[in-house]
């Protein structure tokens, strides 16, 4: 959601230690379908968070940045954002900005996808193509024209009234205005979307059995895994399970490992202040110098430049 001070601004020490919080569409929306708010009526969220439902911020006016992930993208007025349900994301709030945030939930949006909330990035476009600004949110940013802007803030401004009267036919209304705005998007940015759509996968996303091992490993990522706990997690034997992962991969299992705890200690870095030596820990490493030699070694740089290098992105 959304904080009340300037993006120029870094996030609160205190916000950024604490939790991060994982909203439910009860906790943030008055029904458990749909909702829609502006600028007066937004809740407060100082901090990086994530929630159960899909969600768009429509940015009227004012300029900030979305912290997604481990991007940093810029918010200026006539840009459309998505998130997806359990995305990290924080957009700060530049005084006198004006905005929509709408909350929906995936059986109201696509009530005929039968898909689980963790497998929706991997979702093939063509199952359904309402998900893809959704999903290459972290790639793309959605500027609009002015004229496609009136559009989008008139269709807002339909759900609203319709959110806020929910009369007979109003869910199926305003599903049909929720629709219509991401097709806008998708009219502007259609050849963008399909180029990310037909870009390679990770081959852990495209394999049923590796993309079990994800699932596995990213709850795991502050404990200690071995391959032969993964492999009887997924009821496979750690042979064939090496041998898998490097065939798709070309990883061993130690790399694929590493390389998802280096991606997680990056999005620490971006959205926490937390030390570098509880961001070690929380990745899985018990000695801080260990944890920032792997660092380096995967991404080039060390903890500190990389969190001061994404500090400066923020600011600019």
């Given amino acids: 959601m959304t904080q009340s001070t300037s993006p120029l601004q870094p996030t609160p020490l205190r916000a950024r230690q604490a939790p991060l919080d994982n909203y439910r569409m009860s906790e943030r929306s008055l029904h458990g379908d749909f909702g829609i708010r502006d600028e007066h009526s937004a809740l407060p969220n100082a901090a990086p968070h994530r929630h159960e439902y899909f969600q768009i911020h429509v940015q009227l006016q004012g300029s900030t940045q979305h ?4 991007v940093c993208r810029p918010v200026e007025a006539g840009t459309v954002c998505f998130i997806l349900p359990f995305t ?30 963790q497998d929706l990035a991997h979702t093939p476009i063509e199952r359904a193509p309402e998900l893809a600004p959704f999903r290459f949110q972290e790639q793309i940013d959605f500027a609009l024209t002015p004229r496609e802007m009136a559009q989008v803030e008139a269709l807002c401004n339909a759900m609203a009234a319709e959110d806020a009267q929910r009369a007979t036919g109003a869910t199926i209304l305003i599903r049909g205005y929720l ?42 990522l502050h404990l200690p895994v071995s391959l032969a706990d ?7 034997s750690p042979t064939y399970l090496a041998h ?52 380096r070694l995967v991404t080039g740089k060390s903890p500190s430049s990389t969190r001061a290098e994404l500090r400066n992105t923020a600011r600019v």
Wanted: proline letters at 4%.
């Fill in 67 to 70: 912290f997604i992930g481990d």
């Fill in 179 to 220: 629709l219509q705005l991401i097709g806008l998007v998708w009219r502007h940015y259609g050849e963008s979307l399909m180029h990310w759509a037909s870009a390679p996968a990770s081959s852990l996303a495209r394999h049923p059995t590796l993309a079990r091992l994800q699932a596995y490993l990213k709850e795991r």
């Fill in 244 to 295: 898998l992962i490097k065939r798709e991969t070309g990883q061993t299992f130690l790399e694929c490992l590493t390389s998802r705890r280096m991606a997680f200690a990056r999005e620490l870095l971006l959205h926490t202040n937390l030390s570098i030596k509880e961001i070690a820990f929380r990745c899985g490493f018990a000695d801080e110098a260990y944890f920032g030699k792997r660092f």
């Fill in 88 to 117: 990290t994301h924080f957009i700060p709030t530049a005084p006198g900005s004006r905005y929509f945030i709408l909350n929906a939930s995936l059986a109201y949006l696509l009530p005929s996808l039968d898909v689980d909330l």
């Fill in 230 to 236: 993964a492999a009887a997690a997924i009821h496979l």
